[in-house]
């Protein structure tokens, strides 16, 4: 078997996370924002709610996601 050769490159930035991408922090109660439908619109609901359920857990905060015009409307509503 033949060993691989791994090579060490410096000074290459770190992409952008995509951590972070939906401005819940942002967010009273009564707002909202609109995600456009990406190639599958089911992946689409499924990251949006899940992101908004993650964020609503480890902050005390509520939303409610809805489709809404070509993709996903998220509402705070505590």
């Given at each position: 078997m033949e060993?691989?050769?791994i090579n060490v490159?410096?000074?290459r930035p770190?992409?952008?996370s995509t951590?972070?991408?939906y401005p819940f922090r942002?967010?009273?109660i009564g707002d909202s924002f609109w995600v456009p439908d990406g190639r599958n619109a089911e992946?689409?609901?499924n990251t949006v709610r899940s992101a908004a359920t993650t964020y609503s857990?480890?902050?005390g905060v509520k939303f409610t996601v809805r489709r809404d015009e070509g993709g996903?409307?998220?509402w705070r509503t505590e």
């Open positions: 060993t691989q050769v490159e410096k000074g770190i992409p952008p951590k972070g991408k942002d967010m009273e992946s689409t609901k857990r480890r902050n996903y409307r998220v």
